[in-house]
């Protein structure tokens, strides 16, 4: 991870930001939202909270109390000595591409992922400094069984790399997946809930909205005491006051949710902005803007802040895709963001996974870093005859060298019957 000392940046003056405020708790109070979990529902009606069917609507001094539980920065444990990261303070901690169906690469161009492709940007992330975090579903592995693949995808996670990683937020059974496996391969139940082991990016369906699986995964998380990542989308063209207002309504409720559940649990205030008529569109100026307002809320609430990233729209790794992934990067440097989802490899609003855009990607942080840490780049950059070009043989060399950090045979034999035990309890199960 990196320490990132630079003066941050702040777009919104203070009077702009107790007006986000005032507004994202007149939506809580007045408007309320919508917890598509009966556990949810139950447990803020027993806090004192106004429940109407699905809608719950809250008392802002109570969510604002629950909000002061949060650890305004945690630990995340991982296998490998020396790669335990921190989240919070001027701490920094770098993720991977999440999320696309798809992947590209030159040799081969766009197509459907698979868990090859899966494993290999397991390795592309332990191979570089500048990737802190293993990630989630850095690709979907569309080779694997839908119902299992989630154990394919936390195994590749854990014996291919050693750093910290994502688990599957898909359903309440695969968080608790997630976290037996994490305890495995760390010292059990009890020390990865001292000290978190698993991060959990838990979307919101905006607007104001909480689904059934997903809150499954997120009070399986909490229980635990592995840290969720609460993120919603700000609407591009919803400039502040109000499109700000309702993203940070929507985290610090799924927050006080989870404070709830377990009091002092870790959580993370996430963004992704910005989305257009329900789907994301990277690298706007508008993506720029919205990661310095949403760090500078965050730091209101003395919440640890996800978002930005090399964000872009682009379906190829050109000059668009650099100049749109760089507008975006600059501001979640300069916002003080915490944890950065989305720091190398994306490309097509997160619909697509690009083998050359991760070494174009992890070139670009390497010069950020050499600023945080006033270094010497030891090597030049992507260049000539083009930059795919030349990250098309770097991401090969990447590979290439990648070392395989090992682990304990007993504990891989474990992960191994552990998986083939669940593969063959999830087949029994009614579809």
Not at 94 to 117: C, K, Q, S, Y
Not at 175 to 194: N, P
């Amino acid at each position: 991870m990196w320490r990132n000392t630079l003066a941050r940046v702040d777009v919104l003056s203070e009077d702009e930001v107790e007006l986000v405020h005032r507004h994202a708790m007149t939506i809580l109070e007045e408007i309320g939202v919508d917890f598509l979990h009966p556990r949810a529902v139950e447990l803020f009606e027993d806090a004192g909270m106004a429940v109407e069917g699905d809608r719950v609507r809250f008392d802002p001094d109570w969510v604002m109390s629950q909000a002061a539980r949060v650890p305004p920065l945690f630990q995340v444990r991982a296998r490998g000595a020396g790669r335990a990261v921190t989240i919070g303070g001027d701490h920094m901690v770098n993720a991977p591409v999440h999320g696309p169906p798809f992947v590209t690469d030159l040799d081969r161009g766009r197509r459907g992922a698979t868990i090859e492709d899966f494993t290999n940007f397991d390795r592309l992330s332990q191979a570089v400094p500048q990737i802190h975090c293993a990630g989630g579903t850095t690709v979907e592995p569309e080779d694997l069984p839908l119902a299992t693949r989630h154990l394919d995808m936390v195994y590749s996670h854990l014996r291919w790399t050693d750093k910290p990683f994502m688990g599957s937020v898909i359903s309440a059974g695969r968080a608790r997946d997630s976290i037996a496996m994490a305890a495995i391969a760390l010292g059990g139940r009890e020390r990865i809930e001292a000290t978190p082991a698993i991060l959990a990016l838990v979307d919101v369906n905006s607007p104001l909205r909480y689904d059934e699986r997903m809150l499954g995964a997120l009070l399986e998380y909490a229980e635990a005491n592995q840290p969720v990542v609460v993120t919603p989308f700000l609407m591009a063209g919803a400039a502040p006051p109000m499109g700000l207002a309702q993203q940070f309504a929507e985290a610090l409720a799924g927050i006080a949710l989870i404070q709830v559940v377990r009091p002092g649990a870790p959580c993370v205030l996430g963004s992704v902005p910005d989305g257009r008529a329900g789907s994301a569109a990277f690298g706007t100026p508008a993506s720029a803007l919205g990661i310095l307002a949403g760090a500078q809320m965050a730091r209101r609430y003395r919440i640890p802040f996800r978002g930005g990233g090399a964000l872009t729209s682009s379906g190829s790794p050109d000059a668009r895709a650099a100049y749109e992934s760089m507008l975006c990067l600059w501001p979640t440097v300069l916002g003080g963001v915490h944890l950065v989802v989305h720091a190398a490899g994306l490309l097509e609003s997160a619909q697509l996974a690009s083998y050359e855009k991760f070494a174009i990607d992890v070139e670009m942080l390497r010069t950020f870093e050499w600023m945080l840490e006033r270094g010497a780049l030891h090597e030049a950059g992507p260049c000539a005859p083009t930059a795919d070009g030349a990250a098309h043989e770097r991401w090969k060399r990447m590979l290439a060298e990648y070392e395989d950090p090992g682990i304990d045979p007993g504990v891989d034999e474990e992960l191994r019957r552990f998986m083939a035990t669940r593969t063959e309890q999830i087949a029994r199960e009614p579809a």
